[in-house]
């Protein structure tokens, strides 16, 4: 299943967004689940990348100031979501990610705007939780649509250089889609044989990776 994550230092908050979108989701038929989180104490930020993996996160929804409230003798935390959205942009690319808020003129997260799909008044969002739900779906197939086309693209790219048969901008944006997939093939490998084995390794895992995202569009 395929996940809307929810980033907030308040618990109570953070659970009733969780409820609210579950009853919507489920409304529409939606296959998409939803996962809530306290914020992690980190310095670099890495544990967001290995939950976001981990739990299929393809869509993620933020408290702005997450930097208020302690959780299980845990925080608060030294930043906020202004500052989160940076560093989850730079490893993925074109997730959908949303501000719920009750701060939405503040003026760091004002600059930061094109960082988000979108900044939602809490306010707002509790009157008008459908309009913005539906919003959230369509974003999210928006993503998977894309993350298909490209790893389709990123195929090709791999047969091609498998056999020997690509230019040097193949091989450029191959490595790019596969930063921005984070996909575990490597075409930086000394030996062409190393590479067609490496190859034939992981191509069973991208098409199921395909399958399995093709499915999840079919029941969104």
């Known amino acids: 299943m395929h996940n809307i994550g929810i980033i907030d230092d308040n618990k109570d908050q953070r659970e ?6 579950g009853v919507y989701l489920e409304q529409r038929d939606s296959s998409l689940g939803v996962i809530d989180i306290y914020p992690f ?14 739990n299929k996160i393809v869509c993620l929804i933020f408290d702005e100031r997450m930097h208020n409230d302690s ?3 845990k925080g608060p935390v030294g930043y906020r979501g202004n500052e989160l959205v940076v560093h989850v942009r730079n490893r993925y690319k074109d997730i959908p990610i949303y501000v719920i808020t009750s701060h ?9 705007f094109s960082q988000f799909e979108d900044i939602i008044d809490r306010q707002q969002f509790t009157n008008e939780g459908e309009k913005y739900v539906d919003r959230f779906i369509r974003a999210t197939q928006r993503y998977l649509d894309e993350n298909i086309l490209e790893l389709e693209e ?14 040097e901008d193949d091989q450029i944006k ?6 921005k997939l984070n996909l575990p093939v490597d075409i930086n490998l000394g030996d062409r044989k190393d ?3 490496q190859y034939e390794e992981n191509i069973n ?5 395909k399958n399995n995202l093709e499915e999840k569009l079919k029941k969104n």
């Open 205 to 209: 895992e991208l098409l199921a990776f």
């Open 174 to 179: 191959f490595n790019a889609l596969r930063v």
């Open 16 to 21: 009733t967004l969780r409820l609210a979108l």
């Open 104 to 112: 939405k003129e503040d003026e760091d997260l004002q600059i930061k």
């Open 71 to 73: 959780e299980n003798e």
């Open 154 to 167: 990123y195929q090709k790219l791999a047969e091609s250089i498998a056999i020997g048969n690509c230019s």
């Open 41 to 54: 104490e980190t310095d670099d930020f890495s544990e967001y990348f290995s939950w976001i993996d981990e």
């Open 195 to 197: 590479w067609l084995n």
